[in-house]
């Protein structure tokens, strides 16, 4: 489409050297600058070039019926469909993942929503339909079941200039599962889980190959009932074939087997250039070592991705929490607790994942095929200094026959969690070297101090991402450098009011990256997880990418060189900007 436009002009540029210039540039004017928009921008709604309703019902024939029509959530609170008991209904619901990653379209974060339909309305407003608008949520999503739909989707996103979007449960804090005026393709119903004996160059052993709807609390009880465990984050519902293998994936099994990524042994695909294909270290390996941390929906959607599978065992933990009753020794015990990180990352299997509050302190200890006695040795240090500084705390030690048991018991209101969506975040890789070091580690505590605040909280993830000896695969990929030299990878979140306006969105937004440029500042040459941060349009690529971005670039430009796949902070997102009405256009 774009050669033939640029074909177009071409010829009609010849005609205006042989042809007199006033008539061909009345001719030409309209015709020129509708081919203009064309090529730069893509369609939105209220354009003419928009795909007709016939063109959006021969997509649907295209895809067997599977094609939905997307509307906001909210929409049971406005217009001709408001129902005031569904309305009410939603309102308790609004800060629940089910809702979200059940729905074509929806997304968590409400950076992204944007308020365009918010359930929180004053009923006099309850019958303008105008004031409930999908934003940046899509106008049509695929219900994908097979390549043939992507293949489908991607087609008709070309031929019809539209903004495409990867939805698959909607966690994503960039707003990389949503876009103005986008067709979704919404991977969220492929729910196989096989089980395989894998036989590969690099790999020999059990296998799991998952669906890309698959989520976590699905695959780890599928697993566990085959006495086996996969890596997944603490988050039960997380896609794990999405945004969380593509972004690398942290999670309570990296002190074993290290980050998601260096599980991998193949992917089942759909690229923008080259259809449908399997990407392994065998075939398609630039492919394979990029989807394996190379950050989100850039190169190729999912159908499915088959990873290592461990032979399950007991697992040792501890929680410690301590609450914050005088200012000085609790940062000082919080101080303590970094300290004791270089040492509980070098036991084998173990990780944390602790929160940091300005009121309080709580770590939650994972040990695998670990023992008792290893943990109380290992945390006997820390304690030790809580005890001298007379900082009260509770600590309880665990033993579980099985990681799931382990699991089940740190994670409450299973089988979805607890986590709220009203989340915004900001992040960064915190290097061993930092930890280590006595004068940037308490540079970094009094950053903490600042920045934790009334509506600031944090979370910190250990373990041993930086071992490769520990996580034995030794693969290939396109992980961020700064993983194998972290001590911990932190995020700060705040946690907006469900109702908040667009301006206090905007301002806890504000606040989020005034923290974290903080943190990048106390880091230098370190690097941001991209699942858990805010982009910055001055430092994206080196946060999220380090020294891997120009690989990257050329396996873009191999899989989908018309960049259809696009979303914040993706590599050779900078080939498109987004102008003041939402559209996407070529810079
Ligand atoms: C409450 C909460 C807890 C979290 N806990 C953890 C954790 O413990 N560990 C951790 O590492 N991360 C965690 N995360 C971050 C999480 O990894 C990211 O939000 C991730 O992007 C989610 O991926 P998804 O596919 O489920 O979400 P989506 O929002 O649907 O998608 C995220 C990205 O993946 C792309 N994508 C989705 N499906 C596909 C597909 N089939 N093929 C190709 N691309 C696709 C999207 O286009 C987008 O770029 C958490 C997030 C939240 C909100
Ligand atoms: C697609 O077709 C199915 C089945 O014919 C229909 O139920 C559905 O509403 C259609 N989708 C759209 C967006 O029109
Ligand atoms: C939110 O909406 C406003 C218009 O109401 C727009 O200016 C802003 O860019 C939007 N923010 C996001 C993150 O989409
Ligand atoms: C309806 O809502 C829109 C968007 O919020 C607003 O601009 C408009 O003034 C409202 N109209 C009425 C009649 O309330
Ligand atoms: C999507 O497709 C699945 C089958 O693959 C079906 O069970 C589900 O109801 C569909 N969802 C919607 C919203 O159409
Ligand atoms: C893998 O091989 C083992 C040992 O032969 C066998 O017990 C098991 O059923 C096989 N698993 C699968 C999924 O084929
Ligand atoms: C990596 O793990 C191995 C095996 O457990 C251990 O001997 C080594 O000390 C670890 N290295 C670091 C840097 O933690
Ligand atoms: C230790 O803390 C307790 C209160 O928790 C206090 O009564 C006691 O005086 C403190 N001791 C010292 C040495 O600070
Ligand atoms: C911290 O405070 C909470 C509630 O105020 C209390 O339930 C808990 O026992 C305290 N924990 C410690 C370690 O003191
Ligand atoms: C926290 O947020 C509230 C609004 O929810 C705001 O009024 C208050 O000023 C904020 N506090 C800080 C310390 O930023």
């Not at 997307?70 to 408001?82: F, I, N, T």
Request: proline content about 5%; some cysteine; glycine content about 8%.
């Amino acid at each position: 489409m774009l050669s033939l436009s640029y074909m177009l002009v071409s010829r009609l540029l010849a005609a205006l050297l042989v042809l007199p210039t006033m008539i061909t540039v009345r001719a030409l004017h309209p015709l020129q600058l509708q081919r203009h928009a064309t090529s730069n921008c893509h369609y939105l709604p209220e354009d003419a070039g928009w795909p007709s309703w016939n063109q959006w019902g021969s997509l649907n024939q295209s895809v067997g019926g599977r094609l939905i029509a997307g509307k906001p959530l909210a929409s049971v609170c406005y217009g001709h469909e408001a129902n005031a008991a569904a309305c009410t209904a939603l309102q308790a619901d609004w800060t629940e993942e089910l809702i979200y990653f059940t729905d074509p379209i929806a997304v968590m974060s409400p950076k992204f929503l944007n308020d365009s339909c918010t359930p929180f309305i004053a009923t006099a407003t309850a019958s303008n339909s105008s004031a409930c608008a999908l934003g940046n949520l899509p106008n049509y999503a695929i219900n994908v079941s097979s390549a043939e739909d992507l293949v489908a989707g991607f087609k008709f996103a070309k031929d019809n200039n539209i903004r495409l979007v990867v939805k698959n449960t909607g966690h994503d804090f960039l707003g990389r599962s949503s876009g103005q005026g986008s067709l979704s393709l919404w991977t969220h119903n492929l729910k196989d889980i096989t089980f395989l004996n894998y036989t590969s160059e690099g790999y020999k052993g059990p296998a799991v190959r998952l669906g890309a709807g698959v989520q976590a609390y699905e695959a780890y009880a599928a697993v566990a009932s085959k006495d086996l465990r996969i890596t997944g984050g603490l988050c039960p519902t997380v896609g794990l074939a999405g945004g969380y293998i593509t972004g690398g994936g942290h999670g309570p099994l990296m002190g074993s087997y290290g980050l998601a990524a260096d599980n991998s042994l193949e992917f089942e695909v759909v690229t923008p250039d080259k259809g449908y294909l399997v990407a392994s270290p065998s075939k398609n390996a630039d492919l394979f070592w990029a989807l394996n941390g190379g950050g989100g929906s850039a190169y190729a959607v999912i159908l499915s991705h088959t990873t290592r599978a461990h032979a399950d065992g007991p697992v040792a933990g501890a929680t410690v929490s301590i609450n914050n009753t005088d200012e000085t020794t609790y940062w000082a015990a919080v101080d303590a607790w970094h300290s004791l990180l270089p040492a509980l990352n070098s036991v084998p299997g173990a990780a944390s994942s602790f929160e940091i509050t300005e009121a309080s302190f709580f770590a939650l200890i994972t040990v695998l095929d670990g023992s008792t006695t290893e943990v109380t040795d290992t945390l006997a240090p820390f304690l030790a200094q809580l005890d001298q500084l007379n900082v009260s705390y509770a600590s309880v030690i665990t033993y579980d026959p099985t990681y799931y048991a382990h699991f089940s018991e740190s994670v409450s209101n299973l089988p979805y969690g607890p986590f709220p969506t009203n989340n915004l975040v900001g992040g960064r890789i915190i290097p061993l070297s930092v930890v280590s070091t006595e004068d940037q580690r308490s540079k970094l505590i009094a950053a903490l101090r600042t920045i934790l605040g009334s509506n600031t909280t944090s979370w910190g993830i250990s373990g041993n991402a930086a071992n490769l000896s520990v996580s034995h695969t030794g693969l290939d990929t396109a992980r961020l450098p700064a993983w194998s030299k972290m001590a911990y990878t932190l995020q700060i979140n705040a946690f907006p009011d469900r109702d908040a306006s667009v301006d206090l969105l905007n301002n806890a937004n504000a606040e989020i990256i005034a923290g974290q440029d903080v943190l990048r500042s106390l880091t230098p040459g370190g690097g941001t997880y991209i699942n858990e941060a805010t982009a910055d349009p001055a430092y994206w690529k080196d946060d999220f990418y380090g020294i891997n971005y120009q690989r990257l670039l050329a396996v873009k430009e191999t899989y989908d060189s018309g960049v259809i796949l696009y979303g914040p902070g993706v590599v050779r997102s900078d080939y498109w900007t987004v102008a003041s009405d939402g559209r996407l256009c070529k810079v």
